[in-house]
């Protein structure tokens, strides 16, 4: 029986990332940029209001606060006036002369000689002369050319993921498009003579294809692009040349159903002519049975997965998504690993790694992490429980039992919602 390290080894070895290519920003979200983006513009391109105000000169508003007096000793406000006003967009340039002010709006351009604005609330708001109460330095309130980004520096560099971040700052460095790692294409196939799609209704000893549509999910989950085979015929024949189209256009094949017995030798025998697809007993439960092997011309990494839904999402979650997420270029392609206090015991096959449903949750008081394992002894079959887990438990081949309040290793699923 083969370890679990060791077949992650053997399985993500073979992980090829598709050719960079290069795509419009708005369809880069989610992926790996793939190369340092260059700006050949300043950002801002212009000095402009940070806010909604004034355009002066700093030394204009110096004294503004302070004890002003006319000639005859009375206290003063300081004032100037309004000589113009200016939208962001903009492209009438204006220039300030000494003890002016110019009405500005946010991300309007700066007229020229001044070198602060003041914020509304620093004045009385008028419109043809202002009351101004705060004096500002030079530079207050203002976006100066470059502040941002200078010519020649990189504002995404390669390995980044591309977030709404990444799209907005491409935008506004005037890129259009990015060169990306792409989504591993990945190809789900069913088998098995039991099987109907959704849109018929079950016969006697038939049953509903549920493989195709969850691993589906699964692997767009993961980040692949992903095609949907659905249900195929068990013939040699019909199965092969399926197989053999999905090989030229999928970077992974994912095949459920029939991982052991006389039907998985029917399968391998089918796919011989493509390659060698291993079918061995991995030391973990569920879906120790499960089968691998890179087919075709370009050695497409392609799985056998057990038909039991529940056993196939695990080993899709454990072999095949760090597989997609090294194809997608993912430092870290292994889901996140915490600690958790159990609230109740866990029982696990001795000499396999099990990875048990769960519900992790934390302590409203203390703040610990605790874990719930969901379903019973003998129930790994039922997918209900699955779709009410947060993570998988972690258990060592060597643990049979755990007691409530023991800490354990747990695997942190994806949030849904």
């Known amino acids: 029986m083969r370890s679990v390290e060791d ?36 950002l801002p391109g212009f000095d402009q209001a940070a806010i909604d105000g004034y355009a002066v000169r700093s030394v204009d508003v110096a004294a503004a606060g302070t004890d002003l007096r006319d000639g005859e000793g009375k206290l003063v406000d300081l004032t100037l006036p ?15 002369q000494p003890r002016q002010t110019v009405r500005v709006d946010t991300g309007a351009p700066l007229p020229t000689l001044a070198d602060a604005v003041l914020p509304l609330e620093f004045t009385d708001g008028g419109r043809a002369r202002i009351k101004v109460y705060e004096p500002v330095r030079s530079g207050d ?20 993921i591309i977030g709404a ?40 000893g038939q049953v509903f294809d549920v493989n195709s549509y969850a691993l589906a999910a699964a692997a767009r ?18 199965l092969r040349d399926v197989v053999e189209g999905q090989l030229v256009r999928s970077e992974v094949v994912v095949i459920a159903g029939a991982a052991g017995g006389a039907a998985c030798e029917q399968i ?82 001795p000499g396999r790694r099990g990875y048990l449903r769960a519900q992790l949750m934390r302590d409203e008081q203390t703040g610990e992490l605790l874990v719930q394992p969901l379903g019973a002894n003998g129930s ?35 949030q849904r919602g």
Do not use: W
């Open 221 to 238: 989950d993961a980040g692949a692009d992903v095609n949907r085979v659905g249900i195929v015929s068990g013939d040699p024949k019909a």
């Open 268 to 349: 391998k025998e089918a796919l011989s002519g493509l390659g060698e697809l291993e079918v061995d007993r991995i030391a973990m439960h569920p879906g120790s049975v499960q089968g691998f092997g890179r087919l075709g011309r370009d050695e497409v990494p392609t799985f056998l997965l057990p038909s039991n839904p529940v056993g196939a999402l695990v080993v899709f979650e454990v072999m095949v998504r760090p597989l997609i997420r090294i194809a997608l270029g993912r430092r870290h392609p292994m889901r996140r690993i915490v600690q958790a206090r159990t609230i109740m015991p866990v029982v696990s096959m």
């Open 7 to 42: 077949q992650q080894i053997k399985v993500t070895a073979a992980a090829v990332a598709p050719r960079p290519v290069r795509v419009a920003i708005a369809e880069a979200q989610g992926l790996l940029c793939a190369e340092d983006v260059v700006t050949e513009l300043p």
């Open 82 to 96: 309004v000589v113009g006003e200016v939208a962001a967009g903009s492209r009438q340039p204006i220039r300030l």
């Open 165 to 204: 971040a990444q799209v907005g700052l491409l935008a506004a460095v005037g890129r259009d498009k990015v060169l990306v790692h792409p989504r591993p294409r990945l190809s789900v196939i069913s088998i098995g003579g039991e099987l109907v799609d959704i849109d018929r209704k079950p016969g006697p």
């Open 141 to 160: 309130y203002v976006r100066r050319i470059g502040d941002d980004v200078q010519p020649g520096d990189i504002a995404v560099r390669a390995g980044t």
């Open 380 to 414: 790994a079959h039922l997918l209900s429980t699955l779709a009410e887990a947060n993570s998988l438990i972690v258990v060592d081949p060597e643990v049979t039992e755990v007691r409530t309040g023991d800490e354990v290793q747990v695997a942190f699923l994806a």
